[in-house]
């Protein structure tokens, strides 16, 4: 496995760890629900542990007013026709329905008692849930770019993800049932409680021990966390290749390869496709992209023919424009290059902002954009200066518009204050940064 390889598959290892740690935080979660549970349970039999079978006063209290007036039977006819010992067929299945009735109506009784803790742990789990797949679309959109960045050879301004984005890639159905994470989570809810209904209402008919019920209870539990196992890292697999091909796109990496993990638990699929080439716009989900199956630890890495391995101190690449190879900044760490080229570039926040002397900032320059993809961007500091300036020049006539110039602690800035446009900017010079300081 070439340095780039193991770069990718450490980034897919990191997101999937976030998977991990969110796996164990939800099973703390399940073992709460099942305790409190299970106290439910033991504190509902313990209540009704001295009655052996449903008491005729009870069992009275469920026959409806259309069944009493039939019978037309007072209670204490009721218990003298139940200390008889043979009576009519009629009354013993008027009996019979009654303490059937009660059973039915406790066993769901105790079930709406304890339904509200499998209800918890689903509104839980999906708030929790839509955050974790936040946080990995988010950050492997940033580090791919880091990444392939530094693959192609080239470092340049990204912008930063936007918050439709990323609900839109966490949200959006991607499988073939169309249904979304959420969708699930609620289905593995509903399924859990129809079987605890039923375990209940069981338990109630045959006439067992609390013992019985509460085991089954757990291993309906067991089921459950499997499936939301295996629903947690699935879509986490799913969003984190998903922020890996958008960024793909974004940085006009045409083509990705399929990488797998090789080892004994490596699924056919998995090995048959690894290395495999596949154009971006060919990307479809457990067809050419991963995740191929559940638990599926494949990655893709972008694909650029030609892209020598690095060395020591700088990494070699080859340049997309001019075909030659071209050493970029091997020493330039993810945290740098992130405060560089992605923090405070967002262009479009000084849309609308007035400076101090009352101009409205409309735009960007051409010029100030592309300065922007070859060097740091200072947002903070064009703001400064626009809104908090040491020195604010005349205005400067000229043929093909007019400029007035900015001084700011940290960056200088050349608007046109007719149309409110940014023409460009750049550090304040320590010298300027003394004369005007001092005038302050």
Request: charged letters at 30%; hydrophobic letters at 35%.
């Amino acid at each position: 496995m070439n340095y780039w390889e193991k770069r990718f598959e450490k980034l897919k290892r990191q997101q999937m760890g976030k998977a991990e740690t969110f796996t164990a935080a939800m099973r703390r979660e399940y073992m709460k629900a099942l305790t409190s549970l299970r106290k439910e349970v033991l504190d509902w039999y313990y209540r009704y542990a001295e009655e052996n079978e449903i008491s005729l006063a009870d069992a009275r209290k469920e026959l409806d007013a259309r069944e009493l007036k039939a019978f037309r039977l007072t209670l204490k006819e009721y218990i003298k026709l139940a200390k008889k010992k043979d009576l009519p067929q009629k009354y013993i299945k008027m009996l019979d329905k009654a303490s059937i009735r009660a059973r039915l109506d406790r066993s769901q009784e105790l079930y709406i008692k304890t339904s509200r803790y499998v209800e918890e742990l689903a509104k839980s789990q999906n708030l929790s849930m839509r955050s974790l797949l936040s946080e990995v679309y988010e950050d492997s959109v940033y580090k791919t770019a880091y990444e392939a960045q530094k693959l192609k050879g080239k470092f340049s301004t990204f912008k930063e993800v936007a918050k439709q984005d990323i609900e839109t890639a966490v949200s959006k159905p991607w499988a073939s049932d169309g249904k979304d994470f959420s969708q699930r989570i609620w289905e593995n809810k509903a399924q859990l409680m129809n079987t605890l209904q039923t375990e209940m209402t069981r338990s109630f008919m045959i006439g067992e021990g609390v013992a019985p019920l509460i085991n089954r209870i757990q291993k309906r539990f067991n089921v459950s966390f499997s499936n939301a196992c295996r629903l947690i890292e699935t879509e986490t697999a799913y969003v984190q290749e998903k922020a890996m091909l958008d960024t793909y796109d974004t940085l006009d990496v045409e083509q990705y390869q399929i990488l797998a993990v090789l080892d004994l638990k490596t699924s056919d699929i998995c090995r048959h496709l690894d290395k495999k080439v596949f154009d971006r716009k060919d990307a479809k989900p457990g067809i050419t992209m991963p995740p191929f199956h559940c638990y599926c630890r494949s990655t893709t890495v972008p694909y650029i023919e030609g892209v020598t391995d690095a060395t020591e101190a700088t990494r070699a690449a080859r340049d997309l424009s001019t075909g030659k190879t071209v050493f970029v900044e091997g020493d330039l760490h993810y945290e740098e290059w992130y405060n560089k080229y992605v923090k405070n570039t967002d262009t479009g926040a000084l849309t609308g902002l007035k400076t101090s002397n009352g101009i409205t900032i409309a735009k960007l320059s051409k010029h100030q954009q592309e300065r922007a993809d070859v060097r740091s961007l200072d947002l903070d500091g064009i703001r400064d200066a626009l809104i908090n300036p040491l020195h604010i020049g005349e205005v400067v006539v000229k043929e093909n518009g007019n400029s007035q110039r900015f001084i700011g602690e940290a960056t200088t800035v050349n608007i046109n204050p007719d149309t409110g446009v940014i023409i460009t900017s750049w550090p304040t010079g320590k010298s300027r940064l003394r004369k005007y300081k001092k005038g302050k």
